[in-house]
């Protein structure tokens, strides 16, 4: 465990890793997806990306929260980089999932990766918010290169 800004416990790269393969094997019918987890210890919370459903139920309540949290969503008044809104990422899946239950998005460490577990950078439109939301936000790349395209490194 390393000592991260504001004394913030970040995982290390090997059990992120461990998480992000472990995850992706999981997961391997989200053909196309990108994945992502919040950690806090061993508290984790996966999503993979996706579009919000018209109706909210009770195994995928990500519509409810979207109306519940609509005042507080960390990209409110931002402007999409890409040709999508920031609601489809995964992040923004986990970080409504993380306030549904309480939790305090800011101290967990979140991560992204693909349906290989190779970890990826935020999106362009992720990495206008995810930094100030969340606790720490790992990268091994300076920015996300497109999910066929993110390579080990
Ligand atoms: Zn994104």
Redesign the pocket.
């Known amino acids: 465990m390393g000592k991260g800004k504001r004394g913030f416990n970040a995982p290390s790269k090997k059990d992120i890793r461990k998480v992000a393969h472990t995850y992706a094997n999981l997961n391997k019918d989200k053909v196309g997806k ?1 994945l992502s987890i919040a950690m806090d210890g061993q508290i984790r919370v996966g999503a993979h ?1 996706s579009s919000p459903s018209a109706r909210a139920t009770p195994l995928d309540p990500y519509p409810k929260y979207l109306i519940e949290l609509q005042h507080e969503l960390p990209w409110n008044g931002l402007t999409p980089a890409l040709g999508r809104a ?1 609601n489809t ?4 899946h986990i970080w409504c999932e993380l306030k549904a239950r309480g939790k305090n998005p800011r101290n967990y460490t979140v991560l ?1 990766f693909n349906t290989d577990g190779v970890v990826a950078s ?2 362009a ?2 990495a206008q918010w995810v930094e100030g939301a969340f606790g720490y936000v790992y990268k091994e790349t300076p920015r ?1 290169e497109g999910r066929p395209r993110q390579k080990p490194v």
């Open positions: 990108m990306s920031h990422c995964a992040e923004a992204s935020p999106c439109n992720c996300y």
